[in-house]
């Protein structure tokens, strides 16, 4: 049984960062790809998670194009956390965060897709005030 427990949202001023953490639990699992995920208020339907950033086995990381240069996605292997360093918050950032991870490789295309992974944490949430 693998579990994903994030922590770390908090409530913000525009411009200030934050670090959301994704502790990883569990046994008889390969984690291949690690991926933070969002949903904005209002979107509960699951369908409107949009993928945030992602993380290969590889090292690769990968990000969608409104947090590039803000957003950036590490590993603590020893400690299996995985960490989302968040600067530079604008209130469009506003949303309810997930740790997703995924068991097998995955194509370029399904790299951000929330269809591509089978492990979810319960998320924890951000708000950015302006």
């Known amino acids: 049984q693998v579990q994903l427990v994030e922590s770390g949202g908090d409530s913000v001023q525009a411009g200030e960062s934050l670090r959301l953490s994704c502790v990883v639990t569990?046994?008889?699992?390969?984690?291949?790809?690690m991926g933070w995920f969002r949903q904005f208020p209002g979107k509960e339907n699951e369908g409107v998670r949009e993928?945030?950033?992602?993380?290969?086995?590889?090292?690769?990381?990968y990000y969608h194009e409104s947090v590039k240069g803000r957003f950036t996605i590490s590993p603590d292997n020893a400690k299996n956390i995985v960490y989302l360093q968040m600067n530079s918050l604008k209130p469009e950032d506003s949303a309810m965060y997930y740790c997703?991870?995924?068991?097998?490789?995955?194509?370029?295309?399904?790299?951000?897709?929330?269809?591509?992974?089978?492990?979810w944490g319960q998320g924890t949430q951000v708000t950015v005030s302006s």
């Open positions: 993928g945030v950033a992602y993380l290969g086995s590889d090292g690769r990381t």
């Open positions: 569990g046994t008889g699992y390969s984690r291949q790809c």
């Open positions: 997703a991870a995924r068991d097998a490789p995955v194509s370029r295309g399904g790299i951000l897709d929330r269809r591509s992974y089978n492990y």
